[in-house]
């Protein structure tokens, strides 16, 4: 499998006192997502469900400031990373490639709007 420079993280750093996670991508763009933005991308099989069953987050639950705490971040092989929150869920292995693709930064949330 190969990386375009889009989906390859330079440097991915986890900001616990602000509550964000910052990556630098290989092609100079850097996505910087807020603790609960990303908490709502969680692809872990709870959240999102799986196998057309709904997921936790498919019920708009109300996020606690423990659920939204971000605490840490590893890497998962060369693909991935996983947050780790404060209630102890860590299970959700953000895909580069999706990470990217939902940076939320002016540019590319003014991109998805428009059909490509
Ligand atoms: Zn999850
Ligand atoms: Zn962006």
Not at 42 to 62: I, K, M, V
Request: glycine share 8%; with cysteine.
């Amino acid at each position: 499998m190969s990386q375009s420079p889009a989906n390859k993280p330079l440097n991915i750093n986890a900001d616990r006192t602000a509550g964000r996670l910052t990556i630098e991508w290989a092609d100079g763009h850097r996505s910087q997502f807020d603790a609960v933005t990303l908490r709502l991308l969680c692809p872990c099989a709870f959240c999102q469900g799986e196998a057309g069953r709904p997921g936790w987050l498919d019920t708009n639950p109300t996020l606690s400031s423990i659920q939204t705490q971000l605490v840490g971040a590893r890497l998962v092989g060369s693909y991935a990373v996983a947050p780790t929150w404060a209630d102890g869920h860590d299970t959700g292995y953000y895909e580069f490639e999706s990470l990217r693709f939902h940076c939320p930064c002016t540019e590319c949330t003014a991109a998805r709007r428009e059909p490509s």
